[in-house]
């Protein structure tokens, strides 16, 4: 399998260099040259088989001709989803007639990501072990991201992980989730700062060449194509589990980045039946404004903050992908339209250039009014408590359903990582499983750190000089 980038401007490259690389040369986001295809026959055996085999399935043929080894490949995804909580990885729990919730936060930290990361941060190690080299990670986190990244990096010899968070305004949990991790190659860095001082930070270390090849920095992101490619597994497992390939599927997938349901796709261009995709947005609905216009041309306004803040995006980097796929994988024509769309701060589609995009994708957005309400109206209900990213796209589906076909929405973070809105909406206090029922009492390690590029540049590079003379 050859990876090839969204600009069709930059090498084609092997999965091994695509994981690694992240983003393409040319600004692009890589993506495989032909999607595999399973036939109805591969889907209907899925209907008996365990998440990992599922998982080992739908996976392979991406990782074919790169130095990862089948036997090793099997391995590292069996060892990865034997951490999870729940038997069934990723179970689902019926709401009402012809609706399911899929809970994906039966990983280490909670949230979907973990279902990627934890893959992603055992494919890096084996990479890099193989090719004997190291590399420094950096991101900025605003909440989920850093505690999977940091679960799926810990105690790994090939990496050393620093993440920034803005200090005093992340949760306490989601802050907890990171500073409690005491391995060695785990240094969290509260920046007094924004999130978006503390993204700008990464972006200026990734930018300053010199420094960049001197640490062998790396990032992994959601544009990296291997957490796409560990999402696609669970829309095949979910979807066999309801009577796929026999029947017709859709999903609902609470949105920020539009990595999550581009995966959904990705499933449905190898043969899974899915017959319709809602993405569900909060406040922050560019996308719903998109798609629901049918191209229109949508301006972009500023972030505003939301009870779920993991979905609090404007520019979701994925959905480049997908305009490439629409496009008829014109490289030279998408690296024309995002330069269009940066200049003009607006997205805009002539309605013969998107196929029947419109159609496949339904936009919805909730306010911040309407996902109190809906938790509370879940909880009465059903007796569920859901976390306001998985309640945005759970009503969504509700206000979809009657169409004579299942429709699963994906629950993305478990209630206990958001505890404040949920006990605003339902009066309950969510609690956390047993596992983590002590966070609140561990102890923390964490820098402090103003807001100053050329401190924290130093403070990287001093702990790294220090690891490498310890
Ligand atoms: C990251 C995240 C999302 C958004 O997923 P994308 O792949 O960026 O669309 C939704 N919910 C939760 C809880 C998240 O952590």
Avoid at 219 to 240: D, E, G, L
Wanted: proline share 5%.
């Amino acid at each position: 399998m050859k990876y090839v980038s969204t600009r069709g401007n930059a090498p084609e490259l092997t999965f091994d260099d695509a994981l690694l690389t992240g983003l393409a040369r040319d600004g692009g986001l890589y993506l495989p040259k032909v999607w595999p295809q399973f036939s109805k026959a591969d889907i209907l055996a899925m209907q008996n088989m365990s998440y990992a085999d599922v998982a080992i399935k739908v996976m392979s043929p991406f990782v074919a001709g790169s130095c990862i080894e089948q036997d090793d490949f099997e391995k590292i995804v069996r060892e990865t989803y034997a951490v999870f909580d729940h038997d069934a990885v990723a179970p689902l729990k019926q709401l009402a007639p012809g609706q399911w919730v899929m809970e994906l936060f039966h990983g280490p930290t909670l949230a979907f990501k973990d279902y990627a990361l934890q893959l992603v941060g055992r494919l890096f190690d084996y990479v890099l072990t193989k090719r004997n080299e190291k590399v420094t990670i950096v991101g900025a986190t605003s909440g989920d991201t850093g505690s999977a990244a940091i679960e799926a990096c810990r105690d790994k010899d090939s990496i050393e992980i620093f993440i920034l968070h803005p200090n005093g305004r992340v949760s306490d949990v989601q802050r907890r989730q990171m500073t409690t991790i005491m391995s060695a190659n785990v240094h969290n860095v509260a920046i007094e700062g924004t999130f978006d001082d503390c993204q700008d930070m990464v972006k200026a270390m990734f930018n300053d060449e010199a420094y960049r090849d001197k640490l062998n920095l790396s990032a992994v992101n959601s544009i990296n194509w291997a957490r796409i490619m560990a999402q696609i597994v669970y829309y095949f497992y979910s979807a066999a589990q309801l009577g796929s390939p026999h029947r017709d599927v859709a999903f609902s997938v609470p949105t920020g980045n539009f990595g999550n349901v581009f995966a959904g796709y990705c499933a449905q261009q190898m043969g899974l039946p899915v017959s319709q995709f809602i993405v569900a947005s909060n406040r922050n609905d560019i996308l719903t404004r998109f798609l629901n216009h049918r191209g229109g041309n949508t301006p972009q306004v500023p972030v505003e903050p939301s009870h779920s803040p993991s979905m609090d995006i404007q520019v979701s980097s994925n959905f480049e992908r997908l305009l490439y796929e629409f496009s008829g994988r014109d490289g030279a024509f998408i690296a024309e339209i995002m330069d269009e769309f940066r200049k003009k701060k607006a997205m805009f589609l002539d309605e013969n250039q998107a196929g029947d995009m419109f159609e496949m994708f339904h936009g919805y957005s909730l306010s911040d009014k309407g996902t109190l309400e809906a938790i509370s109206d879940y909880y009465k209900s059903t007796g569920e408590l859901f976390d306001p990213h998985s309640v945005v796209g759970i009503r969504a589906a509700a206000d979809w359903a009657g169409q004579d076909l299942p429709i699963v929405s994906l629950a993305t973070a478990h209630p206990a990582k958001f505890p404040d809105a949920v006990k605003q909406a339902s009066g309950v206090h969510p609690n956390l499983p047993p596992r983590l029922s002590d966070l609140l009492e561990r102890k923390e390690r964490y820098v402090e750190v103003p807001n100053d590029l050329d401190v924290v540049k130093l403070y990287v590079t001093d702990k790294i000089a220090d690891r490498n003379n310890s």
